[in-house]
């Protein structure tokens, strides 16, 4: 089975920096997606990580590393619409080789002024 | 229109009754899946596809049940509805390579109250 554990909500100011973390144990580990959801709206993806290290997208990165089950989400210069659900998805190998994608409960962030 | 589309994006219907929540994808992406989200519980797999005619159960499939004769739509059917199946119902796509990005698409979801 899978278990990815993240914050629940988290608040910060406008223009700042957050990072959001995500811990995870799978068997099959086959990449780590981050997706942002704004209230009732359907999620969108933000980023993809399959090896350790880095990945840069304009204001929003995010760091995999495999042997620590650790993943985090880095927004920075943060904007009032940037007050969102951040998920942390899993992908693992299954039998047969297909992919099995599950979430995490969701971060909740609050921009503020 | 191209892209992943959800019907109905609201039912209401009574404890028991059989309903089917549909899910068609115009980009012929090989997997789809269906997720619940519930506060507390964020996005929980119920049954994911990984081609027509392969199907297999994510964390939640009891009370459920999906079929896949065509690429392109993916019912999900609550055999006899239950209060707890009052939720978020959302729809998602993708193409798998492994060890390649291939992100997921999200339908708009279906509103789900069972009275």
């Known amino acids: 089975g899978q278990n990815i554990d993240q914050p629940t909500e988290m608040t910060a100011t406008e223009g700042a920096i957050v990072q959001i973390n995500c811990t995870y144990q799978?068997?099959?580990?086959?990449?780590l997606f981050w997706y942002q959801q704004h209230a009732g709206e359907a999620p969108t993806f933000l980023s993809y990580?399959?090896?350790?290290g880095l990945e840069e997208k304009g204001r929003f990165s995010s760091f995999l590393s495999r042997s620590k089950g650790y993943s985090y989400l880095l927004l920075k210069e943060l904007q009032m619409k940037d007050s969102a659900s951040y998920l942390c998805?899993?992908?693992?190998?299954?039998?047969?080789?297909?992919?099995?994608?599950?979430f995490g409960t969701g971060t909740k962030l609050q921009v503020i002024p | 229109d191209a892209g992943i589309t959800q019907s109905p994006r609201y039912k209401i219907t009574e404890t028991g009754r059989q309903v089917t929540l549909m899910c068609h994808q115009t980009?012929?992406?090989?997997?789809m899946f269906w997720y619940r989200q519930d506060l507390g519980h964020g996005l929980r797999l119920i049954y994911y596809?990984?081609?027509?005619?392969?199907?297999d159960k994510g964390e939640v499939p009891d009370g459920y049940v999906v079929s896949r004769s065509k690429t392109e739509n993916f019912p999900l059917t609550l055999e006899s509805a239950t209060r707890s199946q009052t939720s978020v119902y959302f729809c998602?796509?993708?193409?798998?390579?492994?060890?390649?990005?291939?992100?997921?698409?999200f339908g708009p979801g279906t509103r789900l109250t069972v009275t």
């Open positions: 799978t068997s099959g580990f086959n990449g």
């Open positions: 980009w012929s992406h090989s997997y």
């Open positions: 998602a796509s993708s193409e798998y390579v492994r060890d390649k990005k291939y992100e997921q698409y």
């Open positions: 998805a899993v992908r693992a190998l299954v039998a047969g080789g297909y992919q099995k994608v599950t």
């Open positions: 990580n399959v090896l350790d």
């Open positions: 596809s990984a081609a027509a005619d392969i199907t």
